[in-house]
């Protein structure tokens, strides 16, 4: 189940800024249509409750401050991108064409199953990169699998179905892979060059740890190789 982050040592920090007492905080907040009692603003600064969706966002305004700077996180899951930008579930539900109960259902499990059109509307609503795009998505475990077995074996047969967990076109997908099969072809060759060699047991351990390494940062590596693509957004924005 979906709760909202919330730091009360920066809701503190926030009013303490503007100069505001928490009744002022509260009768702000009833002018943005959010009312609430003062009680209920010193009750989020002690850390004994948390504000709702609606009243993080209309606190937010009233401190001026982004919802982020409230959350005290930097946004990683789907949930916490919607609040960074300040969406509640039925007004993004609207934006995407999904239902609610849909939506918030990918909210509680972390996985999007959108079709391409809803992805696009998502996207564009949260302002993700196609990097970011994944780990909300749930697709970076999928991502990582696909990877490995591309490495290791027959790459070409995973451009496909890489392509589309990266919404990335097959051509620069082709060439990631083309290289990382390469590099990671090296490690066998250096591996049996050893071995052939008679060298020590360091020498093999060294390329085996090596290896290992290469393969714990498969992703990452193949988004360096992506490059700026990855960094964007992979759909223009306000387009349709």
Known sequence: MHSTPFSPAEARSARARMGLSAAQVAH??????????????????QGTQAPCDRELFALSDVLWCEATAL????PRTLAEHRLARKLTVERLSYRIGMDPTEYRDAEATRQWRGDSWQTRAL???LGLSLRELIGVMGRVDEL???????????????????????VVDATSVGDALRTMHGEFSQFSQRYMG????????????EVAAERAAYLRRLVDHFWELIGE?????????GGR
């Open 144 to 166: 990582a699998d696909h990877l490995r077995a591309a490495v290791d074996g027959r790459w070409k047969t995973f451009v496909d179905p890489v392509a589309e967990i990266v």
């Open 194 to 205: 050893h071995l052939v060699a008679r060298n020590d047991d360091a020498r093999l351990k």
């Open 229 to 237: 693509e990855g960094e964007a957004s992979p759909f223009p924005l």
């Open 71 to 74: 959350m005290g996180i930097a």
């Open 123 to 125: 996207v564009e609503a």
């Open 28 to 45: 702000s907040m009833a002018a943005c249509g959010t009312p609430v009692p003062p009680h209920l603003v010193l009750a989020w600064e």
